[in-house]
């Protein structure tokens, strides 16, 4: 889906006349004024636009999407102080030109970022990765290679001690997740349409919650619509949208990720997110390679892929209650119902022990 069939017609697209008057264009690559501002497809959130300068230039702009929810600066402002952060990393990731959370200029937070040669893996693959099951394969555990470089980085070298609360972070997981969800509650059009396994699943959360592992970073949303994939080779070419980074177990950023895979035996109803599929190795082999790669004790992954399911169905049915309110496309509201209801069903497979 495009920015434009979630967001309605483009009354967010930056304005050329305010962004060339504002001072930190001259600190950014190229030269002359910022000549196209061109819609990008990308997340449900925000908005993404190619920034063209005279001399050609490319770089990309992000901002938050039309209704400007409190806390957006925050977002930005958090996003920004990582990628500054990662920089020294090896942690794949666009580099950071700009990070602005004064609304004065725009009219909203915003960042300008380097424009990265890839693209975003969702649907049909294109070229070798639809041609190649060893590319789709390759880059399937390249993926979780940066997962794993990610959970390698120690926040407090790179100035991320204060990033979040490690310390409760695994025991706060749930609680915080079931209260929104039970906030959604307010609206009955929601609660006509709600999970029946809401509860159930987050007690099970609650009762099997295993020690919490080593802290790292946790990028929060790792995703096929939050990477992408090199042209050239079987790659992964940068981790975008930052912005729900923290601090806490980095198991929940590699259950996030096989939220996405689908293995015979998952629970009908949600087609693979990328094709063709064959060719993908399976949670296991991830799990086993994540395993090697960080030295992690994966014995109660389970859970965190329970947790990852419940985390994920909430936020989903967090943007289906901003549908149902007229805050977003209600179509693409309903597909995120939909996925969260698949989501319920995995875990209630995974709590069974499937």
Not at 129 to 156: I, K, Q, S, T
Not at 188 to 210: I, K
Request: charged share 25%.
């Amino acid at each position: 889906m495009s920015t434009s069939e979630a967001h309605g017609p483009d009354d967010t697209k930056p304005d050329l006349d305010r962004l060339n008057a504002w001072p930190g264009l001259a600190g950014l690559p190229g030269d002359g004024p910022v000549t196209a501002l061109e819609p990008l497809t990308g997340g449900a959130q925000n908005l993404l636009f190619t920034l063209r300068r005279a001399d050609g230039t490319e770089l990309v702009l992000r901002r938050p999407g039309r209704h400007l929810r409190a806390g957006a600066s925050d977002a930005f402002r958090r996003e920004g102080r990582v990628l500054g952060a990662l920089a020294a990393t090896d942690v794949p990731h666009p580099h950071l030109y700009a990070g602005v959370q004064d609304e004065s200029v725009l009219g909203a937070p915003f960042s300008v970022l380097e424009k990265i040669d890839g693209f975003m893996p969702r649907g049909q693959l294109p070229g070798r990765y639809a041609e190649d099951p060893e590319w789709r394969r390759a880059v399937a555990f390249a993926f979780v290679d940066g997962a794993a470089r990610l959970a390698a980085v120690d926040p407090g070298a790179h100035d991320l001690a204060d990033l979040g609360r490690p310390e409760g972070w695994l025991e706060r997981q749930t609680p915080k997740y079931l209260k929104m969800l039970h906030g959604y509650r307010a609206d009955p059009a929601y609660l006509e349409s709600e999970s029946p396994h809401v509860d159930t699943v987050a007690d099970w959360l609650v009762a099997h919650a295993p020690k919490q592992g080593a802290t790292g970073i946790v990028h929060g949303d790792l995703q096929f619509a939050n990477v992408m994939f090199a042209h050239d080779a079987p790659r992964l070419a940068a981790v975008v949208d930052w912005e729900m980074a923290s601090l806490g177990d980095p198991l929940l950023d590699l259950a996030w990720i096989l939220t996405a895979w689908r293995e015979p035996g998952d629970p009908p109803g949600s087609d693979p997110q990328l094709q063709p599929w064959d060719g993908m190795p399976s949670r296991a082999e991830l799990v086993a390679y994540y395993a090697e790669r960080t030295g992690r004790d994966v014995s109660a992954f389970r859970w965190y892929q329970v947790l990852a399911c419940f985390r994920l169905a909430a936020l989903l049915e967090g943007s289906h209650s901003r549908a149902l309110a007229g805050k977003l496309n209600r179509r693409m509201g309903d597909a995120f119902h939909a996925y969260a209801g698949w989501l319920w069903e995995k875990a209630r497979m995974e709590m069974a022990g499937g």
